[in-house]
């Protein structure tokens, strides 16, 4: 099966083969493929819309969020680009997966009351992005001359 929509891949291939220009780029399954080429686990956090208003939310993101979140920087927890005022949304990397149970209890205990918390593994469209850019840095490379 041929397919550009990358959850339906995901949902129904045993192995997935990753081509562009008609180079093989990854091939194997796609929960190694999401571990060797994505980025970890997104942890998320939203407001509960019955409890916390959105401004309520964005103090306690500045006044209580981003200290936990500092005081466990030893698992090199960045923010997401695509967090909003409405969804917090942080990467945990793989290598760092030890250390989640710990960073869990301490948002749960703070913040489950006013909000929802919510970890998910990288998608394959992750994986594929993260492939896509480094196919990308190669071809620059070539171009100058540099590999």
């Given amino acids: 099966m041929s397919s550009q929509h990358l959850e339906e891949a995901d949902e129904l291939a045993d192995r997935i083969c990753?081509?562009?220009?008609?180079?093989?780029?990854?091939?194997d399954t796609p929960d190694r493929?999401?571990?060797q080429f994505g980025v970890g686990y997104k942890l998320l956090i939203e407001p509960k819309p019955d409890q916390i208003s959105l401004e309520e939310f964005?103090?306690?993101k500045a006044n209580l969020i981003d200290g936990i979140m500092k005081s466990f920087s030893q698992y090199k927890i960045t923010e997401n680009h695509e967090s909003t005022s409405k969804r917090l949304i942080y990467q945990i990397p793989f290598t760092n997966v030890n250390g989640m149970n710990e960073i869990l209890h301490a948002l749960e205990s703070q913040l489950l009351a006013?909000?929802?918390i919510d970890v998910e593994v990288n998608s394959l469209e992750d994986a594929y992005i993260n492939i896509a850019k480094e196919e990308e840095k190669l071809l620059q490379q070539l171009?100058?001359?540099g590999v």
């Fill in 18 to 27: 990753i081509m562009t220009k008609g180079q093989l780029l990854a091939l």
């Fill in 33 to 35: 493929i999401k571990q």
């Fill in 58 to 60: 964005a103090e306690l």
């Fill in 114 to 116: 006013k909000t929802y």
């Fill in 143 to 145: 171009e100058r001359g």
